[in-house]
């Protein structure tokens, strides 16, 4: 394998058991942190909802994950921390 290569692979992890219960675990907390976002703090669910929770709640978190996506593209090696944070937003 070319240095390329193996410099794109280094920065993905290994896909073994605790990949996918972290996978699952990050999955859980997107959509859930997703929803506290948009229809808790933003008042989507709430008496006086101006209907623009949804909208400004992928907002939020299409911002943090096309800054993480630049990030994670731009690192040189493998970043645990900067991989599931792409995967959560």
């Known amino acids: 394998m070319d240095e390329r290569k193996s410099d794109l692979v280094?920065?993905?992890p290994q896909v073994t058991l605790l990949f996918w219960i972290i996978k699952i675990l990050a999955t859980t907390l997107g959509e859930t942190g997703g929803d506290a976002v948009t229809m808790s703090w933003l008042g989507e669910?709430?008496?006086?909802?101006?209907?623009?929770?949804?909208?400004?709640?992928?907002?939020?978190?299409?911002?943090?994950?096309?800054?993480?996506?630049l990030v994670q593209i731009r690192a040189k090696k493998?970043?645990?921390?900067l991989y599931w944070l792409t995967i959560v937003a």
């Open 10 to 12: 280094a920065k993905v």
């Open 45 to 69: 669910t709430t008496a006086g909802a101006k209907g623009t929770g949804y909208l400004t709640g992928t907002a939020i978190f299409g911002v943090i994950f096309v800054a993480a996506v």
């Open 78 to 81: 493998f970043h645990p921390f």
